[in-house]
């Protein structure tokens, strides 16, 4: 399972609309608005990365009032010795 973190820019306006329709997704494990650059920041687990490509370009950018956004894949820490 991959952790993501997506930044959405939302035009104005558009909060409330872009939020209900974010919260519908299974693949969203927390949804949070914020101040400054980006309106939202979203947690997603997903399968794989073609799983990924897929609900951003094809769910996430195709929703009404979304402007743009910004992915972050998490990786591993490795251990300490």
């Known amino acids: 399972m991959i952790t993501v973190y997506i930044l959405l820019r ?3 306006g558009m909060d409330r609309s872009v ?4 919260k519908k997704l299974s ?3 927390t949804l949070e608005t914020v101040y400054g650059e980006y ?3 979203i947690k ?3 399968e794989t990365l073609d799983a990924l490509d897929s609900f951003i370009f094809d769910t ?3 929703i009404k009032g979304v ?3 910004t992915t972050l894949i998490t990786m591993e820490v490795p251990d300490e010795d």
């Not at 939020?19 to 974010?22: A, E, I, P, S």
């Open 67 to 69: 402007d743009g956004s």
């Open 27 to 29: 693949q969203v494990r």
């Open 10 to 12: 939302i035009k104005p």
């Open 39 to 41: 309106d939202m920041l």
């Open 60 to 62: 996430i950018r195709t």
């Open 44 to 46: 997603v687990e997903i």
């Open 19 to 22: 939020l209900r329709n974010v």
